[in-house]
């Protein structure tokens, strides 16, 4: 596709639960992000990918958090055993090079736990 | 501390006026970029304009200038002539040295009035 394809665009989750959310990068993007955005916020980073070596998890706020780019292109960000706490817009951005001058974002998936 | 500071939670302009968005930033190193984000009510952010802490000039894209003010650590974005679908959350955002990730404001709504 043109853009940044997330999925799905909104879960809701039962606390205790698993959750994968997935990102489609632009096609040959080598740069991939995740932000979450809480409610009334601007989004706070998890990580970054470059191809599929991740690069940076410092953003991640538990190791119940957890994302993987295995080819290089479509990543997932898990979160085990859900908590209120993880409920925000979980956006993931990619740009065609490790600093390229913007990131182009998908449409974020909003997580409600309840 | 905050590396990204809006000061302004919502403003409210006028169609075809012009608005200023404020922008602080706090940073030590020499080298970095700022940008500025939009995001609609569909939760995508779009980006808008980019200035790189040694551009001379100020960053100008369509409607949008960035006015920037070095000494003062200083981003503001203008948007001249407002139009009905400039309404939507913006946010200010710097990425600093050689790091990739960005750190954002907690944005400001802006509501144009018909």
């Known amino acids: 596709g043109a853009g940044v394809s997330q999925s799905p665009r909104y879960k809701v989750a039962k606390r205790g639960q698993d959750v994968a959310l997935r990102c489609d990068p632009i096609?040959?993007?080598?740069?991939l992000f995740w932000y979450q955005q809480a409610l009334g916020q601007g989004p706070e980073f998890l990580t970054y990918f470059q191809n599929e070596a991740q690069l940076d998890k410092s953003g991640l706020p538990s190791d119940r958090f957890f994302a993987e780019r295995p080819e290089g292109s479509v990543s997932t960000l898990k979160i085990q055993r859900t908590q209120q706490e993880d409920s925000a817009v979980y956006l993931c951005?990619?740009?065609?090079?490790?600093?390229?001058?913007?990131?182009?974002f998908g449409q974020g998936t909003r997580l409600t736990v309840v | 501390a905050q590396k990204i500071t809006q000061t302004q939670p919502g403003m409210f302009v006028q169609e075809k006026e012009a608005v200023t968005l404020d922008c602080t930033y706090d940073t030590s190193d020499p080298s970095y970029g700022l940008f500025w984000y939009k995001q609609p009510s569909s939760g995508e952010m779009i980006f808008l304009i980019y200035q790189g802490s040694y551009d001379q000039q100020n960053a100008t894209e369509g409607r949008y200038s960035l006015n920037f003010q070095k000494a003062r650590k200083s981003a503001n974005l203008v948007i001249s002539a407002s139009q009905l679908g400039d309404s939507a959350m913006y946010f200010c955002?710097?990425?600093?040295?050689?790091?990739?990730?960005?750190?954002f404001g907690a944005g400001t709504t802006v509501t144009v009035r018909a």
């Open positions: 096609s040959g993007h080598v740069s």
């Open positions: 951005a990619s740009n065609p090079a490790g600093r390229g001058t913007e990131a182009f």
């Open positions: 955002a710097m990425r600093e040295g050689p790091d990739y990730k960005l750190s």
